[in-house]
């Protein structure tokens, strides 16, 4: 079987007009990426060069008559990302089943996904063999949970109240399928690194019967970004395994599992990697393969591509994983993003904080990516969220289900400028001030 090319070569789809048989697909090359030579200095530096930048937002197709803030659903795709994704939707509808069922010559489909398994490893610092890919990160983590195995009645599960709905939702489901009891706790606030730490030290040493713990790497609701290897330290040191939802920070925030030290996580590919919608990815240490169910009874019992959804997916979607990678090498990596977003955050938080905006999310940079989230005294979450838009137009989104009440969402994405962030400043003085 024949790997796809390296990113180095270049290879969009294109079909001959005699309708021959199309090339091999390609991943994207840095020059089919659109984007301009990545600035020169450290990342913090080149964060701030508004020319770069504006030139990086030309290769999205934002819509103008909105401002979007609330990049934290799903990742928009860069232009030369799109077209490549309609390349290889054109592909797979042309050669149909005979490329699936690998029946073209040099045109394997196992290879293809073999080689997006491969690069999605890399990413995140795994073998290949310890990542499945799958249609979202929930679906990831659902699988996770109520397929873990280790579970006894009168055994505990723990998560906070800062974990993602469907997560919790997850755990809850194990009181049925597993006869264990759920233990809630919350976050405090505001969170710092000592007190997070603590808060999770606390709930431990309270649950001795706890098997499995929910950690969430950056928190939907409030943006926290957890210390998660000291965390998943306290767990391992009393018997509990962590099960790691890193849906918001593989692509936002440059990291390896291998530094977090956790042996099972679920992420999202079309969220801050910038792959199509249905891109997604399961972890499971090697070691640890057992220990997680096959799903719904798919097999082989050896094999980590059991434990995710075994039907038809979204082939193109998966295709097209590499050359989202391609463009966020041609932005300089993940450090360099990760450098970008954080000053758009800083940008905002800076100028609207005050005795009546409350800022939820640490300063420390060490807890906190791009996703931040604020209340205003005496203003509903959901009022400030409507105001923005119909007044602003400023999309956020109002979160609930935080245990000090709910709050006001804000994500800037690479393709935001500090303009856009004017605007949001600008909505969010005059609700304070009014």
């Known amino acids: 079987m024949q790997h796809i090319p390296d990113l180095t070569r270049r290879g969009l789809l294109v079909a001959a007009a005699t309708g021959a048989a199309a090339p091999f697909l390609q991943p994207l090359t840095a020059a089919a990426t659109g984007l301009p030579p990545v600035p020169q200095g450290a990342p913090a530096d080149a964060a ?20 979007n803030l609330e990049n934290a659903y799903w990742g928009m795709l860069p232009r030369s990302v799109e077209a490549a994704y309609f390349d290889r939707l054109r592909f797979v509808n042309r050669h149909h089943v005979a490329y699936v069922r690998n029946w073209i010559e040099d ?35 659902q699988n996770l949970i109520v397929n ?43 969170a710092t690194r000592a007190n997070v730490v603590d808060a999770y030290d606390r709930i431990l040493r309270a649950t001795p019967r706890a098997k499995l713990l929910l950690v969430t790497h950056l928190s939907n609701r409030t943006g926290l970004v957890p210390p998660v290897a000291e965390i998943a330290a306290l767990a391992r040191a009393r018997g509990v395994d962590v099960i790691l939802d890193a849906a918001q920070t593989v692509g936002q925030i440059d990291f390896t599992l ?25 972890y499971i240490k090697a070691s640890r393969l057992q220990d997680i169910a096959p799903h719904m009874g798919n097999g082989p019992e050896d ?51 005050s005795a009546q905006v409350e800022i939820l999310t640490p300063e420390d940079p060490a807890l906190s990516g791009s996703v931040t989230s604020f ?18 137009g400023v999309l956020t989104v109002a979160r609930t289900g935080i245990a000090n009440g709910d709050a006001v969402r804000v994500t800037p994405a690479l393709y935001n400028t500090e303009a856009d962030l004017d605007r949001l400043v600008e909505g969010i003085r005059s609700i304070a001030a009014g």
């Open 107 to 141: 045109r394997s489909y196992t290879a293809a996904m073999e080689d997006v398994r491969t690069r999605v490893a890399a990413l995140i610092g795994c073998a290949s063999d310890e990542v499945a890919l799958a249609r979202s990160g929930t679906e990831a983590l």
């Open 258 to 282: 291998d530094e977090l030290d956790v042996d099972f996580a679920g992420f999202s590919l079309h969220k801050w990697v910038g792959a199509p919608l249905g891109t997604a990815g399961l």
């Open 375 to 392: 209340r205003i005294t005496g203003v509903a979450a959901e009022s400030v969220q409507q105001i923005l838009r119909e007044r602003h």
């Open 148 to 190: 873990y195995r280790t579970l006894s009645a009168g055994d505990a599960v723990i998560y906070a109240d800062l974990d993602y709905p469907d997560m919790q939702m997850a755990m809850d489901s194990l009181v049925e399928r597993r006869g264990v009891t759920v233990v809630r706790f919350a976050i405090p606030e505001p």
């Open 303 to 353: 094999a980590i591509g059991s434990r995710v959804f075994p039907g038809t997916t979204n082939f193109a979607s998966l295709l097209t994983v590499p050359d989202a990678l391609a463009f966020q090498d041609g932005l300089g990596g993940v450090a360099r993003k990760e450098a970008r977003l954080k000053h758009l955050r800083r940008y905002w938080v800076e100028r609207v904080r």
């Open 48 to 67: 701030r060069d508004t020319a770069y930048w504006t030139r990086v937002r030309a290769e999205f197709d934002v819509d103008g008559s909105v401002t």
